[in-house]
């Protein structure tokens, strides 16, 4: 001890030397602290907050950790984690007009304690559902009850656009190796990837060390906190004022661009494992075996397509997907033409109203898991 002392005594420290102690035990200070104090809650209010994400899709093991801590900290047994992409995630509403606020919302009135967590994202492709599942085992948040959103232009052929998995590749890379070597290809067409990259690059290094670093891993709900605490800055994809497509004059113009082609797509699909939804799906099956698992299909608004193109293959499409789910014996509910036309927001979307109807038809199939 008289040793220690006497290191730090003026005479034996140059003021370099006593600076770079301090940064250290400042750095020290901050990696055990900032973890312990740091207030996660702008990165989760009923669903994440994609402004999070999209520019550093690594927060999402901040999201799931702040879930994770809710899960603990309040004992919970019966919970329900939902899985999608924008139509579950209910762009372009608020957090409080989505559909986890809504479902939560029926369960409380049914004097149901059940919680309904969303972790679904704008752009999540079939591997990003897949991928996120399997991340939900790393924060022990149980798969027992898992609602799975999938959508018509899912099972469109990707020749190669969009990738199967969107955000979390460098994910599915350190869990599945073998879809991820089975979906390289396209992941490289994509610009994703690079053709040469190996299981030890470069930046998956880099983002590996940064998340064990405390300030640089929480750099982005830092920042979104104060400028929530002190700013007036809005989600970049909400719209709360709820405008139905009928209002919006630019729609039928600008489905008409041929980069949708996919919305109109009436070729019949291709139902085997060489279709990347099908071989994802059948992932997420096998991952889901023996747990509560209601996969929805997502409605279209048929009304407004037919203004732009006629699709005269789309029902028996649909018809492809049904048979899919159903001969697989899984729970599976078709809203095909099930949301009135004057719910929707878009081709996809819709407005508040909406997502509050698809809450309630989910509820009555999910809510027998609990009785």
């Known amino acids: 001890m008289k040793i220690l002392k006497g290191l730090f005594k003026d005479y034996l420290l140059k003021p370099y030397q006593k600076t770079i102690i301090f940064v250290l035990l400042y750095l020290v200070f901050l990696q055990l602290l900032i973890p312990i104090f740091i207030n996660l809650a702008p990165i989760y209010n009923y669903r994440i907050e994609y402004d999070l994400i999209k520019n550093r899709p690594e927060n999402i093991h901040i999201a799931l950790q702040q879930i994770a801590k ?53 752009s999540n492709q079939v591997g990003d559902i897949y991928t996120l599942l399997l991340m939900l085992d790393e924060y022990g948040i149980s798969r027992e009850h898992i609602i799975i959103n999938i959508i018509y232009t899912g099972f469109v052929v990707r020749n190669p656009y969009p990738s199967p998995v969107f955000w979390f590749y460098d994910e599915l890379r350190k869990r599945d190796k073998v879809a991820y070597e089975d979906t390289l290809d396209v992941l490289v067409k994509n610009n994703k990837v690079k053709e040469s990259v190996s299981y030890f690059d470069f930046d998956t290094i880099k983002k590996d060390i940064y998340r064990h670093i405390a300030i640089l891993n929480y750099k982005d709900v830092i920042k979104a906190f104060i400028i929530n605490r002190f700013g007036d800055v809005k989600n970049s994809i909400i719209d709360e004022d709820g405008q139905t497509w009928q209002e919006k004059e630019f729609l039928v113009e600008m489905l008409k661009d041929p980069m949708q082609y996919r919305i109109f797509w009436d070729e019949d699909f291709d139902m085997s494992s060489d279709n990347f939804q099908v071989y994802f799906l059948n992932r997420i099956v096998e991952l889901q075996n023996g747990k509560h698992t209601l996969f929805y299909l997502a409605p279209f608004n048929k009304e407004l397509m037919d203004l732009v193109e006629a699709t005269p293959n789309y029902d028996e499409n649909i018809a492809l997907i049904d048979d899919y789910f159903t001969s697989n014996g899984l729970q599976y509910l078709d809203l095909t033409h099930q949301i009135p036309y004057e719910l929707y927001s878009d081709h996809i979307h819709l407005i508040p109203e909406g997502y509050q109807l698809v809450s309630k038809k989910l509820w009555h199939y999910t809510n027998i898991w609990f009785k």
């Open 70 to 122: 809710i899960i603990k900290d309040q004992k919970l047994q019966d919970y329900i984690v939902i899985v999608g992409d924008s139509a579950a995630y209910s762009s372009p509403g608020t957090p409080e007009q989505s559909i986890g606020y809504y479902l939560e919302k029926y369960y409380q009135e049914d004097n149901n304690k059940t919680r309904v967590f969303n972790i679904s994202l704008p």
